[in-house]
Structure formats: C-alpha cells, structure tokens
C-alpha cells in the first residue's frame, strides 16, 4: 500500500543587519524540487524590494534563488509557499553510474573525525555491517538513543566532533555526527535539508546510496524520510546546503529567523 499526501508549506525568511546595506547580491537555496518521492505543485516566492531574480542550480543540483537588491535596506524578508505531492516513492534518486558520487565518501571540516567520533564508531562496531542501509538503519536508531537533542549547546559551522563531545545538538549536529561514522565505514552519504509536517524550523536528515538508489534516514526523529518530509536541497554537510548567502555592500553583521509551516491537505491511499 502506498500513501501519497499532498502537504502545503510556508516559509519565511528573515535576515537583519547591524546597519543598512546596499548593493546586496544574495543566493537563497531552499526550493523545492521534483524527486522520485515528491513532485512539485505550486510555488509562490515573495522576496521584499527585489523585482527580479533567477532560479538556477548549483554544483550539487540544488534548485536556487539568485537575486539582487540595489537599494539601502537593513532587513531581507523571503517567503515561500506552495504544494507538494509526497510519497510517490521511497528512494529520492537513482543513478546508474554511483561512482560519481565519490564526493559524498569523503569527510568535510564538519564531518573529519577526531578522537571522540573515533572511538563512537568502533564502540558501536560499525565495521560489521556489510550492507550501507543496514548501518544507517542502525545508526538511526543508536544515535537517537545516545545524544541529546539541545537547541542552545552548538552553533552554526559547529563540527560532528564538537558536537558529540557536547553530547548533542540539533538536526544539523545529529546528521553531521551520522555522516562522519557512515564515511569512516566507507558509505556515501550526504546532506539533506528540507521540511517536516508541523511547524517549527527547517530541518535536517541523512540521504545514503544503497544500491544505486539515494534513502532519507533521519537520526533525530529515530525514522525513515517518509511523506511527512519535503526536500529541498543536499550536499556534502550543512555549508552546501545553507538557505542564504551572498554579497553586500558595508561590513554589517547579520543575525536571521526562520519559520517553517507544513499542513496535510489531502491524502489519498492506492493499494
């Protein structure tokens, strides 16, 4: 049996800087996409004072926002909405050729382990598991039993090293931590970041080739990325996958807030 949700979201943006800024160039990379597990509606983007942008891709196939804002402004303000059809299948893509993802094998400066991550993979005897999906399963479920989930302890840019030395962290430093002990077994694996049914913050999981096929596992919630999840973007960690950068005019310093919306609309069941 399969279930196929239609799940409305909304998503705001807001960015404030210490002093208004001007000749601001920014890349937003938070659009959903079409996969094999959810196809895209509708969209709707307001960006404030910002008359024309671009939607591109990036390196890692990533759909983005590319725009620019010339007038002095001390506040950026985005919001995006739309439907998805989720669940249309379990896997989110599928290669023929998974040696192009060879990337996804090597550790970052926010995956590199050091000595406490070292010693969680041989605690855990991850070296057993001869299939990638058997030790992300396990990891799943291990990971969520052993950190805490704690929205003050780490930072943004906070490593998988640091953070399991801090005992935990949140979606961001759950998936970093995976990433290292997957890679150090030798798995590919990536980052992912998108959105979950409910309401809060964008969230973060774990994507792993098994076969050919790229799976969603999410150690903070202890379960698969299922119909509850949309995607919208993926890399090495959690830089590739950062929802807003770019350029400005001014050294201002920038501090930004985020609101995530998910409702169900319909579901339908096809047996």
Request: proline share 2%; charged share 25%; with cysteine.
């Amino acid at each position: 049996m399969i279930v196929i949700k239609r799940l409305h979201f909304r998503y705001e943006l807001s960015a404030f800087y210490s002093s208004p800024i001007t000749d601001h160039r920014f890349i937003f990379r938070f659009l959903p996409k079409d996969t094999p597990r959810q196809k895209i509606e509708e969209t709707d983007i307001f960006i404030a004072n910002c008359h024309k942008y671009d939607v591109l891709e990036d390196s890692f196939g990533n759909s983005t926002i590319s725009g620019y804002i010339n007038q002095q402004h001390a506040r950026f303000d985005l919001v995006l909405s739309g439907n998805v059809i989720t669940g249309t299948d379990i896997y989110e893509e599928y290669s023929d050729f998974p040696e192009k993802y060879s990337i996804y094998r090597e550790q970052t400066a926010l995956t590199q382990p050091g000595t406490a991550l070292q010693q969680l993979y041989y605690q855990l005897g991850i070296d057993k598991f001869r299939s990638a999906y058997e030790a992300a399963i396990f990891l799943t479920g291990r990971l969520y039993e052993i950190l805490r989930y704690d929205s003050v302890s780490t930072v943004m840019g906070e490593s998988a090293e640091s953070a399991l030395q801090k005992g935990g962290g949140v979606c961001q430093d759950y998936s970093h931590i995976m990433l290292s002990l997957l890679r150090k077994r030798g798995i590919t694996a990536r980052y992912a970041a998108g959105m979950m049914l409910g309401e809060g913050a964008s969230h973060a999981w774990t994507e792993v080739l098994c076969c050919g096929y790229w799976y969603g596992f999410d150690p903070t919630n202890q379960r698969l990325v299922d119909d509850d999840y949309i995607r919208v973007s993926c890399g090495r960690d959690a830089a590739d996958c950062a929802v807003i950068s770019g350029t400005m005019n001014w050294g201002a310093s920038q501090t930004q807030q985020e609101h995530t919306l998910v409702t169900e609309v319909k579901k339908k069941i096809y047996k």
